[in-house]
């Protein structure tokens, strides 16, 4: 099985030297995609000066989705790899991969972040869906066979947030078995001054009811899990302007950006369901468009 790595970066010159170093250590034997955002700090002639990448491709985009798809479109390998930019992998990494996907079309695993306190690690993420069995993965750690990426047709790019859970739905739907390779072990380090990211709660919503009226449609198990996380989110936004965390104002607006969030991502949902009647339910997808490429060093 021959593997591609695919590694989308914005902005993460730094970050992006480790996880370069790790792969050429670990995994030398890996075709390695490098997939640049709009990046201000020079990480395009960081990537140009090394020996151990295989492509480099240039995008204008800022979305996430678009990178992994413009990777997906020069990788060459039977498998293709999808690793966060600020992620290193760890000695088993490449062997559960291969492992993984000799028994399932897909195969995610742990992230280790190092605190000061100890380290940290997640698990595998199941939930039964209007009959339909979804295996939720890391879209930062993460293997495909290429011909069930193919199947995919690679990532939905309308979504800015949420990609990967939208292709763990379109997984589930097309009966493509993820699993979960405790090998598969990438590390994030502490870092000291990392801040808070303030969450966009109109995106998260408008994600959420996107993808769920995209895959299965408008029906009560949709409304029913887009209002409970809503109310769950409210409840936990609520007590934190009790506890002196947050504003009535910020919360009222915060509201207001989760229904319309709900009601443009519902409307878009529904048309991308209607454009795409294929088990795939992506119109916005890998083959839709060929011009995500600035321009495209390939050294291979």
């Known amino acids: 099985m021959t593997l591609s790595v695919v590694v989308p970066t914005l902005n993460g010159r730094d970050q ?35 020996d151990d990448v295989d492509v480099l491709v240039e995008i204008s985009a ?24 600020d992620l290193v992998v760890e000695e088993s990494w490449a062997d559960a991969i291969r492992a993984g996907l000799d028994e399932a079309h897909v195969v995610t695993g742990p992230t280790h972040q190092t605190l000061q306190g100890g380290m940290t690690t997640d698990e595998l993420e199941e939930r039964d869906i209007a009959n339909r069995h979804v295996t939720y993965f890391n879209g930062g750690n993460v293997a495909f066979r290429a011909r069930t990426l193919k199947r995919l047709d690679g990532f939905d790019e309308y979504l800015e947030t949420g990609g990967a859970r939208d292709a ?22 502490y870092e000291a001054d990392g801040g808070v990211t303030e969450r966009d709660w109109g995106w998260k919503y408008r994600a959420l009811a ?75 997808g890998v083959s839709k468009r060929a011009d995500r490429a600035v321009a495209r060093y390939d050294w291979r």
């Open 16 to 50: 992006l030297a480790a996880s370069l170093d790790s792969l050429a250590a670990r995994a030398p034997d890996a075709e390695v995609i490098v997939v640049n955002g709009p990046s201000a700090d020079g990480t395009t002639g960081m990537v140009r000066d090394r």
């Open 168 to 189: 763990a739905h379109r997984l589930g739907g097309i009966d493509a078995r993820v699993t979960w390779g405790a090998g598969m072990c990438v590390r994030r380090e």
């Open 62 to 85: 800022r979305t996430l989705n678009v990178a992994r798809n413009a990777g997906i479109e020069v990788a060459s390998g039977d498998a293709v790899a999808f690793l966060g930019h």
């Open 210 to 284: 996107y993808r769920l009226v995209k895959n299965y449609g408008l029906r009560p198990t949709v409304a029913r899990r887009t209002l409970v996380h809503a109310a769950e989110d409210a409840y936990s936004a609520a007590r934190g302007v009790l506890r002196g965390d947050g504003t009535p104002t910020g919360w009222l607006g915060n509201g207001r950006d989760v229904v319309v969030g709900i009601t443009t991502g519902g409307s878009d949902g529904f048309v991308a369901r209607s454009r795409d009647r294929t088990s795939s339910r992506n119109p916005h």
